[in-house]
């Protein structure tokens, strides 16, 4: 998986939707589709979509599916992002040992 694969998935608002409602817990389509403003099948695509970018997986619960958040999906985006992360933070850490030099120097 990368993390195109993983951004061009969550590039659609109705997706990042569904991604958002999965954070609290496995959901039937049915489920998911009551709480937003597209059709159940509509719901459904959206659904293969996330699925094929390993964010979503899903499990037979008798004669209805549960989706999740497959966690592990995110991997390559993380991987993508924390060189970003690492920047920000020690940015953040050397403004902030600059203020508190130039404070105690006045």
Same mark, same amino acid.
């Given at each position: 998986?990368?993390?195109?694969? *993983?951004? !061009? ?8 939707? #569904? ?7 496995? !959901?039937?389509? $049915? ?6 403003? *597209? !059709?159940?099948? @509509? ?5 293969? #979509?996330?699925?094929?970018? /390993?964010? *979503?997986?899903?499990?037979? %619960? ?10 592990? /999906?995110? @991997? @390559?985006?993380?991987? +993508?992002?924390?060189?970003? +992360?690492?920047? *920000?933070?020690?940015?953040? $850490?050397?403004? +902030?040992?600059?203020?508190?030099? %130039?404070?105690? $120097?006045?």
């Amino acid at each position: 998986m990368t993390y195109d694969t *993983v951004l !061009s998935a969550l590039a659609d608002p109705t997706r990042r939707q #569904i991604f958002g409602l999965l954070r609290g817990g496995a !959901s039937s389509v $049915n489920a998911l589709a009551a709480q937003l403003p *597209v !059709s159940r099948p @509509a719901v459904s695509q959206h659904l293969k #979509i996330l699925k094929e970018a /390993g964010l *979503v997986s899903d499990q037979r %619960d008798g004669a209805r599916r549960l989706y999740r958040l497959d966690r592990a /999906g995110l @991997a @390559a985006m993380r991987a +993508w992002l924390e060189p970003f +992360w690492e920047e *920000v933070t020690a940015a953040f $850490n050397e403004e +902030w040992e600059r203020q508190l030099h %130039d404070r105690m $120097n006045t």
